[in-house]
């Protein structure tokens, strides 16, 4: 079946730097769109960013929340999808999960992103 881990999380303080990984399972990965997703405490999972396949030419897509700060990206031939978080701020605070765009019913357990003023 489809699983997703999620790695990479950790504490940090704001304006420092977290590489999130997630290794997908149990798919066709290249053909697949996927996308990052965060929540914070007592707030809904949103999406920050996401990346097209190879065929639509990698698109990217963020959210306002964190463009300009945050890079998705892939490696098909390592069934993994990145985040590259620079700049971070303590609203980046959140528990991060990856999934496909859209969203399918396969949540991993996320990595927690602690980002202390």
């Known amino acids: 079946q489809v699983q997703f881990v999620e790695s990479g999380g950790g504490l940090v303080q704001a304006g420092g730097s977290l590489r999130l990984s997630c290794a997908a399972s149990g798919t066709s990965f290249s053909i697949n769109a996927f996308a990052w997703y965060r929540q914070a405490p007592g707030k809904q999972r949103i999406l920050i960013a996401a990346?097209?396949?190879?065929?639509?030419?990698?698109?990217?897509n963020y959210a306002d929340d964190v463009k300009g700060r945050f890079t998705i990206s892939r490696d098909d031939a390592k069934n993994t999808v990145y985040l590259q978080m620079n700049s971070l701020k303590p609203e980046d605070t959140a528990v991060y999960y990856c999934?496909?765009?859209?969203?399918?019913?396969?949540w991993g357990q996320g990595t927690q992103v602690t980002v202390s003023s």
């Open positions: 999934n496909f765009l859209p969203w399918g019913d396969y």
């Open positions: 990346i097209s396949n190879e065929a639509f030419g990698l698109n990217t």
